[in-house]
């Protein structure tokens, strides 16, 4: 939940409730140019296996947008990507402040902080029926914003569970973005950027997370694991860093 009122960010993007339209910065075509483009397009993948549900029974729509929060990515099953099309929010769309007012995505960008947003806190109307769980995803080795990773749907799909598994899944991230090969493959573990020939390769799918024991780690299809990096002195079940059923992704959230 955050901090600020919705009339406050009003006041501050001049946004008004009523405004239905964000405001759009690249047509879908060009968006497809931005990911190729995009550190995080090497990260998608696993983002996608740890949260994302495209079946016709999912509710729920994972975002990613750049560190302007223009929307780069959806994931989602038909009836939500319909849904959201009706508020446009959708690729090329600009959901910092300045483009449509307070949300998650937003607060996340204004705070550096994970977020998590119900209904009327969202400044548009039209956003109200929605709650959206948004958390920065920075370079682990320059700290500099990458982008804004982001679970959005009806209010009833949304739980205080969900601000977790994407701090989680921000974890994941990062630790393969700290990778030499930035992501691009399973194996060891160092904090440096990646090359940006790395960041046009996919990302290895990531099988479960084990948050047990004092290894805890995302592991990959191949049996290969990427630590997760735990808060100081802190364990799997501290405060800031726990990841309840994340490895049960596709049962909802």
Do not use: K, Y
Not at 45 to 52: F, G, R, V
Not at 121 to 144: F, M, N, S, Y
Not at 184 to 205: D, L, M
């Amino acid at each position: 939940m955050s901090n600020r009122s919705p009339s406050f960010s009003a006041w501050q993007a001049g946004i008004s409730p009523d405004q239905h339209r964000p405001r759009h910065l690249h047509d879908v075509a060009d968006v497809l140019e931005l990911r190729r483009e995009h550190r995080m397009q090497q990260v998608m993948p696993a983002l996608n296996d740890l949260l994302a549900d495209d079946s016709s029974s999912g509710r729920h729509l994972l975002v990613l947008t750049d560190a302007r929060g223009e929307i780069l990515w959806r994931v989602g099953s038909p009836e939500v990507l319909r849904r959201a099309d009706r508020l446009e929010f959708s690729e090329g769309a600009d959901w910092s402040e300045a483009g449509i007012g307070t949300n998650a995505i937003s607060e996340a960008l204004v705070t550096g902080r994970p977020v998590q947003l119900f209904s009327a806190e969202h400044l548009v109307r039209t956003h109200h029926e929605w709650a959206c769980t948004a958390a920065p995803i920075t370079d682990p080795a320059t700290g500099r914003l990458l982008g804004v990773l982001d679970v959005s749907g009806p209010l009833d799909t949304i739980s205080a569970d969900t601000l977790r598994m994407v701090r989680c899944a921000v974890r994941v991230a990062e630790s393969l973005l700290g990778r030499p090969d930035g992501g691009t493959s399973p194996g060891g573990f160092s904090p440096v950027r990646a090359s940006r020939q790395a960041a046009r390769q996919p990302v290895a799918a990531v099988e479960s997370v084990e948050l047990l024991g004092d290894r805890p780690a995302a592991v990959f299809a191949d049996g290969s694991r990427v630590p997760l990096t735990l808060a100081p002195g802190g364990n799997p079940g501290a405060a800031g860093f726990a990841c309840p059923g994340l490895d049960r992704r596709r049962a909802g959230l």
